[in-house]
């Protein structure tokens, strides 16, 4: 009797005095509900689970305290006995907290995209850049990703990481001294090849129709061979050259692509339409940050945004002071919103002439001191 009361339950979903529960599966029967009295004690695992009381909140939260204070102990144990691996440890979970930040600010960002109908060119500039910078960090972090996956790998992967953390640990990961000195490098790599873009602009320039045009344009590459620095004005009167043949971006041929690529610190080590796309899209994004820097208003923003904007167009930031970082800025910016769709190779020249001898030509402006004269006696 007891059996066939208990698969009667289980095809009723109670005892056989309660009404049925028609068309409903089986697992739906411990949703939620008030249980019946009658229901063997066998089925207690169609009972509906107890809800999150006070008592499970106290646990939970006495066990997050109990595991920040082994936390904080294992620290302090490493600082006393082991200090260069926790200087090593703090770093990267310094770096973790902050992949973990921007992931989640990213994930707004889209979210904003994607509910109110936002087009990427809308966006706010801080942003914008912060799209830009993710999309940067998580392409460098994909090959050490797959590196970690084959069994026991991932030691190889720490010992790789510590020793060149510049080609394996992304910006987040890096010490404020690692960063600076790592950007250097960067900037060297990428200055170096510098000096070819005049020679391959004169080269160009030969193949102009319009010999004015092209008498101003070799003033102009002539100004920045002798250390000289252009004007805007100069770059902006012959800005229409950039877009039609042989200084539009689609007329380059691949060693010119290549060395461009070099300039704006993309791999050079990709078929040619590879090359052209990424430096039309890198080029134009740069257009989309400066419209969006101009609606903002650049000088809102704070010195190290200023050094990370002027180091993303070409210019290195370390060796200036912040004041004559702010003017180049302005300086780009007057250039970079008067240029349009079809000129975009302009904003890729303009990454030299405007940056290659801009440090010998303001230091007469900015490397005198602001400020009151000194008082007799004073250091």
């Not at 940067?136 to 084959?150: E, T």
């Not at 080269?203 to 344009?217: C, S």
């Not at 302005?330 to 801009?358: G, H, P």
Request: charged fraction near 20%.
């Amino acid at each position: 009797m007891a059996a066939h009361v208990g698969r009667s339950a289980l095809r009723r979903g109670c005892c056989c005095r309660c009404p049925p529960r028609r068309g409903l599966p089986l697992l739906l029967v411990s949703s939620p509900g008030p249980r019946c009295p009658r229901l063997p004690s066998r089925l207690g695992f169609l009972v509906p689970s107890r809800s999150i009381t006070s008592a499970d909140k106290d646990l939970a939260s006495a066990v997050m305290s109990k595991t920040k204070k082994a936390n904080t102990r294992y620290e302090d144990f490493l600082l006393r006995n082991f200090p260069n691996f926790y200087r090593l440890y703090s770093t990267f979970m310094r770096g973790f907290r902050l992949l973990m930040v921007d992931a989640k600010e990213v994930f707004s960002i889209k979210m904003k995209l994607s509910s109110q109908g936002f087009g990427y060119e809308n966006l706010t500039y801080r942003d914008m850049d912060k799209l830009r910078e993710f999309r940067r960090d998580i392409i460098k972090a994909i090959p050490l990703v797959l590196l970690s996956i084959p069994p026991f790998a991932n030691y190889a992967v720490f010992a790789l990481m510590y020793i060149y953390p510049r080609q394996f640990l992304i910006r987040q990961f890096w010490s404020e001294q690692q960063e600076r000195e790592f950007l250097q490098v960067y900037h060297d790599l990428r200055a170096a090849s510098y000096a070819h873009v005049i020679p391959l602009l004169l080269t160009q320039a030969q193949e102009l129709p319009d010999t004015y045009k092209q008498r101003t344009l070799l003033e102009i590459c002539h100004k920045v061979q002798t250390n000289g620095q252009p004007s805007v004005n100069e770059l902006r009167s012959v800005q229409a050259l950039f877009s039609e043949p042989p200084l539009d971006i689609w007329s380059l041929k691949a060693n010119q692509l290549r060395t461009l690529s070099r300039v704006m610190a993309l791999t050079a080590r990709v078929p040619a339409p590879w090359l052209r796309r990424r430096l039309l899209s890198h080029a134009t994004e740069i257009g989309h940050l400066d419209r969006a820097l101009l609606r903002m208003g650049p000088q809102q923003l704070t010195d190290d945004e200023v050094r990370k904007a002027c180091y993303v167009r070409g210019l290195n930031p370390y060796i200036l002071g912040i004041q004559a970082c702010r003017q180049w800025l302005q300086e780009w910016l007057l250039l970079s919103a008067s240029l349009s769709d079809s000129e975009v190779s302009l904003r890729i020249f303009a990454t030299v002439l405007l940056s290659e001898n801009y440090r010998r030509h303001s230091i007469s402006y900015w490397s005198i001191p602001v400020g009151p004269p000194a008082r007799r006696g004073q250091a």
